[in-house]
């Protein structure tokens, strides 16, 4: 299994039959794909997760690609034409929401989703027998400018997600890691890595502030799970 950073919190995770794109923004897709089947997801519409640019590259790469979308990403043939991409491709768009389970024994792969505190899903991938976890902005968004109460109840929600995954196993996992949040840029991470078992974790929705991850496996929490948890954006495994 390969993993490639592409860009905030895009990745490409390349299996032995299969490539699978999370949540493209920008940054380098791949000219070939080796004669593999072609997954794409995007968890949400908000631009730093989702381009149309990516359904053309994929039409282009594969016919037969698959595509996987949060249930606020609408698309309709007009549009697509006036973008320039062709709407056959609706027929291999999947829609989910948060609580969807979409599973194809002929494609080889099983999609689950969690909803997310902000936007759309987070998504959950098994195929070829590994299983990946992509958080999309699921995550505990505990703002300085929020109020108590509204901070609170975002720990609710985002704590009622993650417990429906309450001691499940990953492979790899992408979970947000956001520098914005100040002191609690680490609280999502911190309730992920108790509740999940996940062996390589991967911190994205950094804004390229990367020396965040350092600092977050200095703390407690990181301290505990330091050596599951990459240092780079640039990993390959």
Not at 89 to 104: F, N, P
Not at 143 to 170: A, L, T
Request: aromatic share 14%; charged share 35%; hydrophobic share 35%.
């Amino acid at each position: 299994m390969k993993v490639t950073y592409l860009y905030h919190s895009g990745f490409m995770v390349e299996l032995e039959n299969s490539i699978l794109i999370f949540d493209y923004f920008k940054g380098k897709l791949p000219s070939s794909l080796k004669g593999k089947k072609l997954f794409v997801f995007a968890s949400h519409k908000h631009p730093d997760h989702f381009q149309l640019s990516v359904f053309k590259w994929a039409d282009e790469m594969a016919k037969d690609s698959r595509f996987f979308v949060g249930n606020d990403i609408r698309l309709n043939e007009k549009y697509l034409e006036r973008k320039g991409i062709c709407p056959d491709i609706l027929k291999r768009i999947k829609r989910m929401r948060g609580g969807a389970v979409y599973e194809s024994r002929e494609e080889g792969i099983k999609v689950e989703t969690l909803c997310s505190t902000d936007q759309g899903v987070a998504f959950l991938v098994t195929a070829e027998g590994k299983s990946i976890y992509h958080a999309g902005d699921l995550n505990n968004w505990y703002w300085p400018e929020e109020s108590k109460s509204g901070n609170e109840r975002m720990e609710r929600d985002y704590k009622k997600e993650i417990d429906k995954i309450e001691g499940r196993h990953f492979d790899i996992a992408f979970v947000p890691l956001d520098p914005r949040l100040e002191e609690g840029y680490g609280y999502g991470m911190d309730y992920f890595l108790k509740k999940v078992d996940a062996e390589r974790v991967f911190p994205m929705h950094m804004w390229e502030k990367y020396d965040v991850t350092e600092r977050y496996k200095k703390t407690k929490a990181g301290q505990v799970f330091a050596e599951r948890i990459e240092d780079t954006p640039h990993i390959f495994l």
